[in-house]
């Protein structure tokens, strides 16, 4: 039997001598390849910090010191180390979350996974400890994976330096990379002092020749260790960076010496003030294939071979995120004004490719996307078209830039918002369901919805031609679906995907839930019932064709793949108010809740945005409603019994 298996909870590892410590880092390498191969999650930043959370967990005492985790995503091993080691559902409905979730255990405390975050929540829960009595409590936060290079967390950092008597312990897993490697001056800062050939070489030739001491040349090595520190940091003035900020700066640490990381956490445990412990590890570690991989070091993977890292998912129809990365250089190949913006995110949004053909005209600001968003209403205001690549869910944290920067100045600058919608496995925090909602209070936002990869590259090109306002292309997580065909398009743009001589029902399908709106109306069909389905491609503003064939329906149901409060149903039955046209309208969206991680067909399910359950709806209020209608049913429709 293994050591990781009795394991129970954190109190476990303390009788774990220092080889069992490292036998115990190595079982859990082995777990994680092992288990995360099977369901996919993010593999590389947990191989990176096992000892970290090891030595964490020894030192302090979870759940009464507060651990916050930035990004959450590094909380495997700290799951496994608190008693939670079925993974063989992990990210899946009703298994164990890829985040911190506090219905899972009280040692998790903070669930959001914006990065950037975990600064700013354990100043405040430092202080309310401070306030309430409770000084006998530590609060922990891990930040990693380029957190540092959000706002956030130098805010944060400027408050945390007001009261310097709190029990407060910031670890900076630095592995130079977020999702790939992390760029800004923060990150070349922290990069010089891991890289510095005087520091290395001094760290591992007195290391080695204490070791050679044996056990009593050990001891000796770890007494004299804190002042060698900070000897060097004097020379090197790493201190220098935080001295202005009263906050107490330890390391770099080995972050794969359990030994060393303990002696750091329980001297900053003990300081009695905010202590910074830069921890220096290496993301994927242990595991070749992640090592080997230059682009992000098996961030998170799908299903793999945990032998070869090879992906076992089956070969399918391309990406969204592809057919744009493919668009976006076609368009800018043909149009040098158009340059790139990412978050930290050079390849999950798609625009490697662009960055690779045009290095010039792509920039990473790492994560902050509200300085990429104001930068992009400067870049606008300069003559260039830019284009923000996002997670639709990461655009909520630049509201105000969006709608005062860049729509106040009427900016020509395009948001690509991936994601969007309901993604899965990631649990609420990383639904991109809110943008819908969210962005059309904007005044003269126009947003696009493409329902397959042709409206994709149709859409994206009408959109970075807009030159006076913010254009919106938002699309789903995963896998294109099949091209679904207009049987026309209206003078002002309007898909006609399915038309019916009886226009009982006006179907209008938002993007990917064209293939739904479809399905919904041949079941109204079968049951007699005519319905008239269109694609809007350009949800916002409402065009005048959309209240047209309203004016002629008995209902209008709108389906779209974000919160339904505020959304695009919301604005047509408001634009319908405003033409004077009484058509009934339903609003079908997600609810306006926090909605758990599942596969995409699962919350839909859930939440009942599936063909049957819509198609039974409609046949009850049409056959049996009381709403006003245009006209009157046929008699046979009347009368038929839909049970």
């Known amino acids: 039997m293994g050591l990781l298996e009795n394991i129970t909870g954190p109190r476990d590892l303390d009788r774990l001598s220092p080889e069992e410590l490292r036998q115990l880092a190595q079982e859990i390498r082995e777990f994680l390849v092992s288990r995360v191969s099977r369901t996919g999650g993010h593999l590389g930043p947990n191989l990176g910090v096992v000892e970290l959370t090891i030595a964490m967990h020894r030192v302090f005492d979870s759940p009464k010191d507060a651990l916050v985790f930035d990004t959450g ?27 911190p979730q506090r219905s899972e255990s009280p040692h998790d405390i903070v669930e959001s996974s914006h990065a950037s975050s975990s600064l700013s929540w354990a100043d405040g829960i430092s202080r309310a400890f401070e306030m309430t009595g409770q000084r006998d409590r530590h609060v922990v936060a891990v930040v990693g994976d380029g957190a540092l290079t959000g706002g956030m967390t130098w805010e944060a950092l400027n408050n945390i330096s007001d009261d ?12 130079g990379r977020s999702y790939a490697p992390t760029i800004g001056g923060m990150a070349r800062f922290l990069n010089s002092v891991r890289t510095r050939r005087s520091y290395r070489n001094l760290y591992l030739s007195s290391k080695a020749m204490f070791d050679r001491m044996g056990k009593p040349g050990r001891a000796i090595y770890r007494g004299v260790r804190g002042g060698m520190h900070g000897f060097l940091n004097r020379v090197w003035n790493n201190e220098g960076l935080y001295s202005n900020l009263d906050i107490k700066y330890l390391g770099p640490i080995h972050g794969h010496d359990i030994e060393a990381l303990e002696e750091a956490f329980e001297q900053a445990k003990h300081y009695g003030a905010p202590v910074l412990v830069h921890v220096i590890t290496q993301k994927g570690r242990g595991y070749e294939p992640a090592l080997a991989d230059a682009a992000d070091q098996f961030h998170a993977v799908g299903q793999i071979d945990p032998e070869t890292g090879e992906s076992m ?13 493919d668009e ?166 309007v898909d006609v995907l399915r038309e019916s001589a009886r226009r009982d029902v006006l179907i209008v399908a938002v993007g990917a839930m064209a293939s739904l709106g479809l399905d919904v109306a041949e079941r109204l069909e079968a049951q007699g019932i005519g319905a008239t389905v269109i694609d809007p491609r350009w949800v916002v503003p409402v065009a005048t064709s959309v209240l047209e064939f309203a004016r002629d329906a008995r209902i209008v149901v709108s389906i779209e793949d974000g919160v339904r409060v505020g959304g695009v149903g919301t604005r047509i039955r408001q634009d319908l108010r405003a033409a004077g046209i009484d058509t009934a309208v339903d609003e079908l969206g997600l609810p306006a809740q926090f909605l758990d991680h599942g596969s995409r067909d699962q919350i839909l399910e859930r939440v009942g945005l599936t063909a049957q359950h819509i198609a039974r709806d409609l046949v009850s209020q049409v056959l049996g409603t009381k709403v006003p209608v245009a006209r009157p049913l046929p008699a046979e429709l009347a009368e038929r019994d839909v049970n």
């Open 164 to 175: 310097n008597s709190r029990n407060l312990v910031l670890i900076v897993n630095d592995n």
């Open 328 to 493: 976006i250089l076609k368009l800018a190949e043909r149009n040098e004004r158009i340059v790139g913006i990412t978050a930290a995110m050079l390849r999950p949004t798609g625009l490697h490719k662009f960055a690779e053909r045009f290095p010039n005209r792509v920039l990473d600001v790492g994560i902050a996307e509200q300085h990429a968003v104001t930068s992009a209403a400067g870049l606008a205001f300069g003559g260039l078209h830019p284009v923000v690549a996002v997670y639709a869910t990461f655009l909520n944290r630049a509201f105000d830039q969006v709608l005062m920067d860049v729509a106040l100045h009427k900016a020509g600058a395009t948001f690509v918002l991936d994601r969007a919608g309901v993604t899965g496995p990631d649990g609420p925090s990383h639904h991109g369901m809110w943008d819908l909602a969210i962005l059309q209070v904007v005044p003269g936002i126009r947003i696009a919805a493409p329902r397959d990869a042709s409206r994709l590259r149709e859409e994206l090109g009408e959109a970075v031609a807009v030159s006076d306002a913010p254009t919106v292309v938002r699309f789903s997580k995963g896998n294109v679906g099949t091209e679904l065909e207009a049987v026309r398009r209206t003078d002002d743009g």
């Open 73 to 99: 995503h590094q909380s495997y091993v700290h799951k496994l180390l608190t008693g939670r080691q079925d993974f063989s559902r992990l990210r899946q409905q009703g298994g164990l979350a890829g985040y």
């Open 313 to 325: 998912d089956a070969a399918s129809a391309p990406s969204w995120t592809s057919v744009f990365a």
